[in-house]
């Protein structure tokens, strides 16, 4: 049998292995010892959903904290458990535990322990004996009852009580999932894919004319890529003012980088463009940062010649003309910058 402490406290059901247990000496001598009977099967065959009947179990013992409601959470070595092997579990919490039969009855396993490295849920005999359940035992298995109702039967499966519920029967088994029907697969689909997605009309002829079998009577579903690549954009219908005098409006553009850098070195071009007169400048630049400053260099050149001021600079929403500096001189000299939306001329 196992061996249980908490709190320095050694626990064991066969007295002879308490006179020899080092736990039990020490804890004599100091005399710190407490009659407490906790005690723990070593039980691995089992699945970790499967609840036990146990009877060397002072207390139930739980895997899962998703039915034990109001848990309170226990301190380090608190209540501490030694299974068979030697091995040392501590409990993490202890609260009463809600065990959910499928027939809708509830069984509360009150100061039930919370045990994540156990590997099968216990119930304890003698806890439930205390709350005035009845427990009748035979070869088979074992029924559950409090007064005259019955609460559940356990099945004897490889010498263990297990419960496992089922209606009528009182057998604690889940049952399988109904598996989902397997959908008839849609020839026609099939080939409208390998094919290249040609129409139903040349894959019926293609059927007449002995290339491919009969593809049966399940209609095919509308291929979303098919609609996609027959989409068109409406034409913009919109139309901009044209403005009347030079300087009243520049568009900004930047083209690159491209691939093959001119003699300078330079990878990208800037262009200017006069919205009344359609007069065009270029200029190279080698980074997208050179941006602001040949705006400031094509803006002294045109004004000064023309002697007229810029007043609207209209760009494409790109990251260089949106900087900080960028703006706040557009905005200390008087100049609005309009954004064009994406995908518009």
Not at 71 to 78: F, G, I, P, V
Not at 166 to 174: A, D, G, K, M, P
Not at 295 to 307: A, H, L, R, S, T
Request: hydrophobic fraction near 35%.
């Amino acid at each position: 049998m196992n061996h249980i402490m908490s709190k320095g406290v050694s626990f064991h059901k066969d007295a002879k292995r308490k006179k020899i247990c080092n736990v039990h000496l020490s804890c004599t001598r100091n005399k710190t010892y407490e009659e407490r009977n906790f005690v723990l099967e070593s039980i691995m065959a089992v699945e970790t959903s499967t609840w036990i009947m146990n009877s060397g179990a002072s207390r139930h013992v739980c895997n899962s904290l998703q039915d034990l409601a109001d848990h309170r959470k226990l301190s380090k070595r608190e209540i501490v458990l030694r299974v068979g092997n030697g091995t040392q579990i501590s409990a993490k919490a202890v609260s009463t535990f809600h065990l959910k039969l499928p027939h809708g009855e509830t069984l509360e396993l009150k100061e039930c322990l919370y045990l994540p490295s156990c590997v099968k849920n216990l119930i304890s005999i003698s806890a439930l004996l205390n709350e005035d359940y009845t427990i009748t035992f035979n070869r088979m298995g074992c029924s559950l009852q409090q007064g005259n109702r019955i609460i559940c039967k356990c099945t004897m499966i490889d010498s263990l009580y297990q419960i496992q519920i089922v209606e009528n029967s009182n057998r604690l088994i889940e049952m399988p999932r109904p598996k989902r029907p397997r959908e008839e697969l849609n020839l026609t689909q099939v080939w409208h894919l390998n094919l290249g997605h040609i129409g139903q009309d040349r894959i019926q002829m293609m059927v007449k004319q002995g290339y491919l079998e009969s593809l049966g009577s399940v209609p095919m579903p509308t291929c979303e890529s098919c609609l996609q690549s027959k989409m068109s954009n409406l034409p913009f219908l919109g139309k901009w003012e044209r403005v009347t005098k030079l300087l009243e409006l520049i568009h900004i553009d930047v083209c690159g980088p491209l691939s093959t850098t001119s003699r300078g070195g330079f990878s990208y071009f800037i262009t200017f463009t006069d919205d009344y007169s359609r007069l065009g400048y270029v200029y190279l630049i080698k980074y997208k940062s050179e941006v602001f400053k040949k705006f400031k260099e094509f803006k002294n050149e045109v004004e000064k010649q023309i002697g007229k001021s810029i007043k609207i600079l209209r760009s494409d929403r790109g990251g260089e003309y949106l900087g900080i500096e960028f703006l706040e001189y557009l905005k200390k000299h008087g100049i609005l910058s309009q954004w064009t939306p994406l995908g518009t001329p």
